[in-house]
Nanobody, 120 residues
C-alpha cells in the first residue's frame, strides 16, 4: 500500500490550500484517514481525521479553518485549509489505517509528506 500526498506549497497568510492523499495497492478497506503535521523542531501532531463511519476529529488549533473529507471510491482523503496562518507552516503527512483483506488486521501507512509554508 502506498500513500501519495500532494497539494502543498507557499501561500500568504489568510490564503487557502487543498491537500490530497491518494492510497493505492492492495486495499480492502480504509477505516481512518488522517492528516498530521510536523513543524521544525516540534513533534508530529494530529491535524484532522475522518473515520469510515463518518465521525470527524480536528485539532483545536485548526477547528473552523480546516475541513477534512474522503472519497471512498478513490481511496483519497482531502484537507481543505482556509485562513492559513504562519503557525500552520509544517510538513503535512497523511496516514491511513488500511485492511488489505477481510481476514487481515488494519495496518497504519504514511504518505511521504508535503510542505506547506505560510508566509508573506
Amino acid at each position: 500500500v502506498q500513500l501519495q500526498a500532494s497539494g502543498g506549497g507557499l501561500v500568504q497568510p489568510g490564503g487557502s490550500l487543498r491537500l490530497s492523499c491518494a492510497a493505492s495497492g492492495n486495499i480492502y478497506s480504509i477505516s481512518v484517514m488522517g492528516w498530521y503535521r510536523q513543524a521544525p523542531g516540534k513533534q508530529r501532531e494530529m491535524v484532522a481525521a475522518v473515520v469510515s463511519g463518518g465521525s470527524i476529529h480536528y485539532a483545536d488549533s485548526v477547528k473552523g479553518r480546516f475541513t477534512i473529507s474522503r472519497d471512498n471510491a478513490k481511496n483519497t482523503a482531502y484537507l481543505q485549509m482556509n485562513s492559513l496562518k504562519p503557525e500552520d507552516t509544517a510538513v503535512y503527512y497523511c496516514n491511513d489505517m488500511v485492511q488489505s483483506s477481510q481476514y487481515t488486521p488494519y495496518q497504519s501507512y504514511w504518505g511521504q509528506g508535503t510542505l506547506v509554508t505560510v508566509s508573506s
